[in-house]
DNA sequence: CGGCTTTGACCGGCGC
DNA sequence: GCGCCGGTCAAAGCCG
């Protein structure tokens, strides 16, 4: 079953069941990069924080990483009792690219890569290197056009990007991103 | 030698 | 209860 309808969210911007059980945090809820500069068809496409089937085990395989501070954002906040979870937005962009890496500015340390159903390519985990910043990524790319990749970010950077080189495409690129907020 | 990738195991939730 | 599934862990290996 696809739980993540990727295709073309433009139309499938109500699915997500009738229930916000998402928290109220910081950011609103849905958030949709909409086509930037809309040069080309489509360089960025839309998607929205797909809630996967309800629970995806945000911080349920938290209670593995005793390394790190307890004091994070998606983990369960002391402020709240019963909320075990908290599942924040993500914010998901579709990308033409050939590959899969795009250089954002930020360090990224790839923990996992699963294959997806319906899918021939597989989905990469990454998680941002920085110390106390678990934000989190996933990349993956269409089976039907493979020459367009999805990058999905779980939470905000609290820290400077810390760029090793600069390329002036990257920044370009960047520029772009964040000329979307 | 340190940071990262690879890769199979594992975990918790959900459907049947 | 069992099996599927998406997500994560962690040991081992790779590479600059």
């Known amino acids: 079953m696809e739980k993540y309808p990727i295709l073309f969210p433009v139309q499938q911007a109500s699915s997500s069941s009738t229930s916000f059980p998402r928290t109220p945090d910081m950011l609103g809820s849905t958030h949709i990069f909409g086509g930037l500069h809309g040069g ?5 496409l ?7 089937r309800g629970t995806s085990s ?6 593995h990483m005793k390394s790190l501070a ?6 369960m906040r002391p402020g709240k009792k019963k909320e075990k979870k908290v599942r924040r937005p993500r914010y998901a ?13 930020y360090r990224w340390r790839k923990y996992g890569q699963k294959a997806v159903k319906n899918n021939k390519f597989p989905r990469s985990y ?13 990349v993956q790319r269409l089976s ?20 090793p080189n600069d390329n002036f495409e990257d920044i370009l690129n960047q520029m772009q991103i964040y000329s979307n907020f």
């Not at 307890?70 to 983990?75: A, I, L, Q, T, V």
């Not at 962009?93 to 500015?105: A, E, K, M, N, P």
């Not at 990454?126 to 996933?138: A, D, E, F, L, P």
């Open 144 to 163: 039907r056009d493979e020459s367009i990749v999805v990058t999905t970010y779980e939470g905000m950077h609290s820290h400077p990007i810390e760029k």
């Open 40 to 44: 080309n068809s489509c360089d960025l």
């Open 126 to 138: 990454y998680r941002c290197t920085h110390q106390g910043c678990n934000v989190k990524k996933q």
């Open 58 to 63: 945000q911080g349920d395989g938290a209670h």
């Open 93 to 105: 962009f579709q990308t033409r690219s050939q590959v899969d890496i795009l250089d954002d500015g």
């Open 70 to 75: 307890s004091s994070m954002e998606n983990e």
């Open 46 to 52: 839309g998607l929205k924080d797909f809630e996967g």
